[in-house]
């Protein structure tokens, strides 16, 4: 089975500032794929960043950009010059080909103004 | 398309009723999950369907949940017999065939069992 474990319960940053979130998951698959979903206060959950375990570069998306170390199965998210908006629930996900998501526990981020 | 909708977005029942909740994914896509979600966790898989096949189940899922999914477009999930440990958040998400594709996620509909 695969697990996704994310050690930051809750977390918080100053408005502007750079905060990472951790990542960290379990499989024996050689083919997969990882996400970064966000989940604002009672509102659903959208992609934030996706990552293909093939590829060596680092995804990046504006603001927002990962450290994938697939020997370590580590998945970090990294956000930079953050913004209020920016506060909400943080989940990984992995997802290997044809089958469920699997979600971690997620991490709270506080963007404090 | 605007999206994945779930309807009734809350639902409050009692105890030992059963409740269904309705799911309508983006209209192209194949795939469609259905997850439960309780305050403060990350959302915990209950099954998917490709078109209308329910290709896997959570072994974790009782014997009185039963998801369809009768023509690969909508779908539902009934919850025979609740009980309050049924209250959860359940989330509704559809992707496309393509493994690196994106699930979007519905709003959800909040299951409160009194």
């Known amino acids: 089975a695969q697990t996704v474990t994310q050690s930051q319960p809750e977390m918080s940053v100053q408005e502007a500032e750079t905060v990472t979130l951790s990542c960290t998951y379990d499989t024996s698959e050689s083919n997969y794929y990882l996400f970064w979903y966000k989940q604002p206060p009672s509102r659903q959950m959208i992609l934030v960043i996706r990552q293909e375990a093939y590829k060596q570069q680092n995804a990046t998306e504006n603001r927002f950009s990962v450290n994938f170390q697939k020997a370590a199965k580590s998945f970090s998210l990294k956000i930079s010059d953050s913004q209020l908006g920016d506060t909400a629930m943080y989940f990984c996900a992995f997802v290997k080909m044809g089958n469920q998501f699997y979600f971690g526990t997620g991490t709270s981020l506080t963007v404090i103004p | 398309d605007t999206g994945v909708s779930q309807n009734p977005r809350h639902k409050i029942t009692k105890r030992g009723q059963n409740v269904t909740f309705r799911c309508d994914p983006i209209s192209e896509h194949n795939r469609l999950y259905w997850y439960r979600q309780t305050l403060g966790q990350g959302p915990e898989f209950l099954t998917y369907f490709q078109n209308e096949a329910q290709l896997e189940k959570s072994r974790l899922l009782s014997d009185r949940f039963s998801a369809e999914r009768p023509k690969g477009s909508f779908s539902t999930l009934e919850i025979q017999r609740t009980e309050q440990g049924d209250s959860a958040m359940y989330l509704c998400?559809?992707?496309?065939?393509?493994?690196?594709?994106?699930?979007?996620f519905g709003q959800g509909t909040r299951l409160t069992v009194v």
């Open positions: 998400a559809s992707t496309l065939l393509q493994p690196n594709t994106e699930a979007f």
